[in-house]
């Protein structure tokens, strides 16, 4: 910079210029000492002004420092001012740390101007060093300063710090008063403070000095735990567990060592049993196994009800943890016995037995600094966090996921100590993420994954919008990689990828970001990887369950690479086990390489052996409670193995076949116990879906060795589990009661409400709040685990499992008593068959009959795949689903999908009757015939498999019969639909509510936008229900609605509701689903709410059905709305909106397969509600009637039919399939009315 000035010329001309550099340097003083100097406006002007008279100044060569100086503290204070906001420039940033670093490397340092420029400089070096407007500290010092948390300090964040504590030097050398100089010592100190955090531990390191010998020193140690042992009679359970925390024998890792013993607050004798515990570490590993052993030994003295028990317990737990550290190898944990809750009522008052802070004397308090008062203030905070990290510990090292609730409950008690937006909140929120993760996959259910991703998605954003914390802090990359991984499982489970673009955009961005040769770079790629996969629509429908365990089958390898990566695998068995499911892991993943190996045929078929060695080693651990990953898949796959050995012949051919079916049946254990252990319908559906696979896969075995019986039950193992979990989980109570843990039910009832309402997307599947509601479990699956776990449910059981006895054992005896006592002459299931490679599995129709045994009848035509009417309506029929709700597609194109939807609708009926009903019910009639030549027409249920659950199948057709030119299946037979024979056992033993006896609702469209819906429930109201109730929009009738029809009104008249009622009709809109969980109803939205707040899902229904007692009545339910009969994925499960109701305690429900037309079913509505009030016919009876009526051409209206509806009566087209063949019935098939 120029240090004279130039004449010339010109010197009026540069004298002007420095006038207005003059002045414009004073704006910026008044600006920066006024009280408006955050007024970016007035900001702005002003470093306009000084830029350009400097570049003015720069062009005429004249000095411009002074310029300089103020153009770089307006810069810096405008920075300032934007830091936390979207008009931050990091580029002029920049620009203003250069002009304050050259006035800090030439200023001088008593010059004022210099001094404000290099605490400037300082401000925008550690901007988030600085108090917020409102007072708050930012997220990243607290992290430093609270916590001391190392896993937010980068290297550039080092080196500003660096920086920052020169200039703090610099700024001390000024000779300001007493009070500056003291807030300059003061800021350096908390540089100091946090540059500390990450490096070598200095505090508290000194190593103590062992004296004497190492027999004294063990003898020193035994004496502690002696010592510790008799506190455990006095202490309670949440202060012996602080004392435990202080507990520090020999040197414990940084990660879960607790405090030294230098607590005030502990008691004297406290203190001197833990420093001579301290003293005793000199007798090394050895002193810590005796120590170990001598706390066994005093547990097993204890009487087993002893609330002393749980105390030594832990003291056992945590002296094997501290000789792991001394000798870095795994302890053995067999003896190891999980601390139960304590029976002495120890935690009514946990915070006053074990407090948050340390109780400091207030006249002492000025002389701490502001670290050892931040430390003193969260004392019961760090000590919490210390046990948690042990817990969790000793749930990895023994696999009881016991423990994992014990960190839990420490870590919410933590959380909810903590202050709001605090350091502390963010990482023991993580922590409980990571803790949440590890119950899902042990033991735990996806309800406790789904509360893990809530809290993460929760803590990202709150860290985004702090702002504080740099993107490349490791503590940052792992929680975005953490997310990642939650959001890949979550995507993978449900098929709800609409996080995974987003998140894939981030992660690429944090990749970019980093340095070429940072670690995280291969993390964050893989990971974008995995994700990238997810996000095409072809993969996305192409997903199964299996790719969890197995996203892509490994490469092709050469024969000395695969020999290579089987060896390191066989290697990796003899290391040491380092937690409790470490041989099973290996194990499977050995056995399950190999079978991919011999399937790909990479591997020699000699390999099979060996992989059915190693898969049933890791099948008789899971027996053993050593395994819990994949179970499921693992028992699938061993399955397999023994079939592919079983089809090369030789002498284990038949133990093969026979094996083969004991593992899948085993299988299908392990899922009913995961279906039984999830909470509530939609999470049941993610565990379900290999169910009815293998119960087909079962049943075809059974059929070729000709054993229609064990294909029966086999079938009834895997098919509509979530139904009959629903079913089950309301009798769990009654089940604890009289099992003998009342105590257990108190909690179920008090924890688990009645009407549980499924939460929406953005309440981010369960868990908007971390922290557990009062009473609650402190992991969500807790109570549901030891609940099932008391009635004999428990995952690894074999055969023992329980699940099916919770479920009920559904088999051809109790299936044909059923049918006897309701008066149906048969229960059909159908099965579909499968073209293979080497030929063609055969569909089948297995028929139960009262007192007869279970018969198979060939279906060649009957294929999952390979029947062109079945493929090419399901095509159709989804074309059309998508037309009727795209507002944009012309009415010519409409009409054109109609057509082509309505003639594979005919094309399908033509085949349904050629691939089974014909010879169905040519099977069920001879019977008939032979019993009554003027038989009635037999009464049937059919159980329809896979994706033959969207067929209506009682609108099966034969041409060249009947009044139309065909006979339909419905004009032979009374047919009624169940999704298993269980659910046909329990509708079948519900009575039907007399229509009488309780109210009757009509339900009309709320959204006012059926045209008919009105008119069809003010014509019921008027011919059927005088009396009945109006829900929903009623624009021309007399008096108000009874209520305005949301979903809470519905709920509280479905069964187990407030006023529950014996006749529910709806004319409203519902959609069938992809995911079944997720078709709705779609009812009134309540005052104030939003959209979502009307939907009423099948997952609502099944979550918030009640136990409501054996022999309950339950009410017909008229679904006269779209695709409430409907599938439209997971068809095995057969979840509609109508199996729903029956599940949820409806004894009858009458809903359709397909979007019907307003006029046409209104008119088939007020029909059949006629047949069932003045005729008295049962449902099943009542809506077959309507259906003969309406294919009869010289049909009769009912003489109370009138006004539009009789109008309809008259049209030609009624015989048409889209207008009498949409409606079917759920649940009681009995004739008889009550």
Not at 11 to 19: D, F, I, M, N
Not at 358 to 381: C, E, K, N, Q
Request: charge should be negative.
């Amino acid at each position: 910079m120029a240090d004279g000035e130039r004449r010339g010329a010109d010197g009026g001309g540069t004298a002007e210029l420095r006038a207005r550099a003059a002045e414009v340097v004073r704006a910026a003083v008044r600006l920066a000492e006024g009280k408006d100097w955050s007024d970016e406006a007035r900001l702005g002007s002003v470093i306009d002004r000084l830029a350009s008279v400097e570049r003015e100044l720069i062009r005429h060569e004249e000095d411009f420092s002074l310029v300089f100086v103020h153009l770089g503290l307006l810069l810096g204070t405008r920075c300032h001012m934007r830091r936390d906001g979207r008009a931050f420039d990091p580029a002029e940033r920049a620009e203003a740390l250069e002009r304050l670093r050259w006035v800090d490397r030439h200023g001088s340092l008593a010059a004022p101007l210099a001094v404000q420029a290099r605490m400037m400089l300082l401000f925008l070096l550690v901007p988030w060093a600085l108090p917020r407007a409102d007072g708050t500290r930012t997220a990243l010092q607290n992290a430093l300063l609270d916590v001391a948390d190392g896993q937010v300090l980068t290297e550039a964040l080092r080196c500003d710090l660096t920086e920052a504590r020169e200039v703090v030097d610099r700024i001390a050398e000024a000779p300001f008063d007493a009070a500056f100089r003291q807030q300059t010592e003061s800021n350096r100190q908390v540089i100091e403070q946090m540059l500390a955090v990450g490096s070598a531990e200095s505090a508290g390191s000194e190593e103590w000095e062992a004296t004497g010998t190492v027999h004294s020193a063990q003898s020193e140690l035994l004496d502690a735990v002696r010592g510790l042992v008799a506190l455990a009679k006095s202490y309670s359970t949440a202060r012996f567990t602080r004392v435990l925390v202080w507990l520090d024998v020999g040197s414990p890792s940084a990660r879960d060592r607790g405090p030294r013993s230098d607590n005030p607050t502990l008691d004297p004798d406290v203190d001197r049993l833990l420093r001579q515990a301290a003293v005793g570490g000199a007798a090394g590993a050895d002193g810590a196994r005796r120590a170990a052993d001598l706390a066994l030994a005093s547990l097993r003295a204890l009487p087993p009800d002893t609330p002393q028990r749980a105390r030594v317990a832990r003291l056992h737990a945590y002296l094997l943890i501290a000789w792991e550290v001394l000798t870095d190898e795994p302890a053995d944990y067999s003896d190891v016995e999980r601390p139960t809750p304590e029976p002495d009522g120890d935690s009514a008052d946990r915070l006053a037995d074990w407090p948050i802070a340390t109780a400091v004397d207030p006249g002492l308090l000025p002389y701490l600094d502001s670290h050892m008062r931040d430390f003193v203030a969260h004392t019961g905070i760090r000590e919490r966090r210390s046990a948690a990290h042990r817990d969790r510990l000793l749930a990895y090292r023994t696999g009881d996921p016991g423990y994992l609730d014990d960190a839990a409950a420490l870590l919410r008690e933590a959380i909810g100590a903590s202050p709001v937006g605090s350091w502390w909140a963010v990482v023991l929120q993580a922590d409980l993420v990571e803790i949440l993760a590890q119950a899902a996959e042990h033991g735990g259910n996806f309800h406790d994954a789904d509360v893990a991703l809530a809290t993460l998605r929760e803590l990202l954003a709150a860290l985004e919008r702090d702002g504080s914390v740099p993107f490349d802090a490791p503590f940052a990359l792992d929680l975005a990689l953490t997310a990642a991984s939650h959001e890949l499982s979550y995507a993978q489970r449900t098929g709800n990828h609409g996080e995974l673009p987003r998140l894939s955009a981030e992660l690429r961005a944090r990749h970019a970001a980093l340095p070429p040769d940072s670690e995280w770079r291969g993390k964050l790629g893989k990971r974008v990887a995995e994700l990238d996969a997810l996000l095409p629509p072809a993969r996305q429908d192409r997903r199964t369950p299996a790719d969890v365990l197995d996203p892509a089958l490994p490469e092709a390898a050469a024969p000395e690479i695969l020999h290579r990566a089987l060896s390191e695998i066989r290697r990796d068995l003899g290391d040491p086990h380092v937690y409790h499911e470490q041989e099973y892991d290996r194990r499977a993943a050995l056995g399950l390489r190999m079978v991919f190996d011999v399937v790909r045929g990479d591997a020699p078929q000699a390999l099979l052996d060996e992989a059915i060695t190693e898969l049933t080693r890791a099948r008789a651990l899971l027996a053993e409670g050593r395994g819990q990953a994949h179970r499921v898949d693992l028992l699938t796959k061993l399955a397999e193995a023994h079939l592919m050995r079983a089809a090369r012949g030789g002498p284990h051919r038949a133990a093969d076949q026979r094996a083969c079916i004991e593992v899948l049946r085993e299988a299908l254990g392990e899922l009913a116990a995961d279906v039984l252990l999830q909470a509530g319908a939609d999470h049941g559906l993610s565990a379900a879906l290999n169910g009815a696979m293998l119960s087909r896969r079962l049943a075809f075995i059974a059929f070729r060795i000709n054993r229609p019986a064990d294909a029966v039950a086999d079938l009834e193992r895997g098919r509509a589990l979530v139904l009959q979990s629903a079913s089950a989980t309301r009798d769990i109570p009654a089940l604890l009661d009289t099992a003998g843990h009342p105590g257990l039910a108190q909690q179920w009832r008090d924890q688990v409400p009645a009407r549980l309402r499924r939460p929406t997307a953005t309440e981010a599947s369960g868990a908007r709040d971390p922290q557990a509601p009062d009473g609650a479990p402190p992991i969500p699956s807790g109570l549901r685990r030891k609940a099932l776990k008391a009635l004999g449910v428990r995952r690894g059981a074999t055969e023992g499992s329980g699940s099916q006895r919770l479920l009920g054992a559904t088999g051809p005896a109790e299936l044909s008593a059923g049918l006897a006592a309701t008066g149906t002459d048969a229960l059909v299931y159908l099965v579909p068959g499968a073209s293979v490679s080497n030929g063609t599995f055969p569909g089948r129709a297995l028929i139960l009959r009262p007192g007869a045994a279970p018969e198979a009848i060939t279906l060649p035509e009957l294929l999952r795949h390979g029947s062109p009417p079945l493929t090419r309506y399901l095509d159709a029929a989804a074309e059309r689903s998508r037309a009727l709700t795209d507002p944009d597609l012309a009415p010519s194109a409409l009409a054109a999908c109609e057509r082509r939807w309505q003639e594979a609708l005919g094309t399908l009926c033509d085949w349904a009757w050629r691939a089974a009903m014909g010879p169905v019910l040519t099977a069920v009639r001879p019977m008939l015939a032979a019993q009554w030549p003027l038989a009635r027409p037999p009464r049937i249920v059919l159980v329809p498999c896979d994706t033959l659950g969207v067929v209506p199948w009682h609108a099966a057709r034969i041409r060249g019969l009947g009044e139309h030119g065909h006979r339909y299946a419905c004009q032979e037979a009374v047919l009624s639909y169940a999704p298993s024979g269980a659910q046909f056992l329990a509708a079948a033993a519900r009575p039907r509510m007399p229509l009488a006896d309780g109210p009757q609702v009509l339900v009309a469209d709320p959204e006012l936008t059926l045209t008919w819906a009105e008119l069809e429930a003010e014509a019921l109201r008027a011919t059927c229900y005088t009396e009945a109730l109006r829900y929903g929009e009623f624009l021309t009738a007399d008096g108000e609605e009874d209520a305005a029809g949301t979903p809470e009104d519905l709920l509280a008249v479905l069964p187990g509701g407030t006023n529950p009622a014996s006749v529910v009709h709806l004319s409203c809109h519902a959609v069938a689903a992809p995911r079944p969980t997720e078709s709705e109803l779609r009812l009134a939205v309540p005052p104030g709410a939003g959209a979502e707040a009307g939907r009423l899902t099948v997952a609502d229904i099944l979550d918030a059905s009640a136990d409501r007692g054996p022999g309950t009545a339950g009410p017909l339910v008229v679904l006269s709305a779209c695709e409430t009969d409907l599938s439209a994925g997971h068809h095995d499960e057969a979840l509609t909106l109508a199996t729903a109701l029956v599940t949820g305690g409806a004894a009858d429900v009458v809903g359709s397969r397909w979007a019907v037309r307003d006029g046409p079913t209104s008119l088939a509505m007020a029909v059949f509600h006629h047949h069932l009030t003045a005729r008295g016919l049962a449902p099943p009876d009542a809506l077959r009637t309507t259906q003969l009526w309406m294919l009869d051409p010289r049909r009769e209206p009912p003489p109370t039919l009138g006004g539009p509806l009789r109008a309809q009566a008259a049209r030609p087209d009624l015989h048409h399939l889209h207008h009498w063949a949409a409606f079917t019935h759920q649940g009681n098939p009995a004739a008889r009315v009550r």
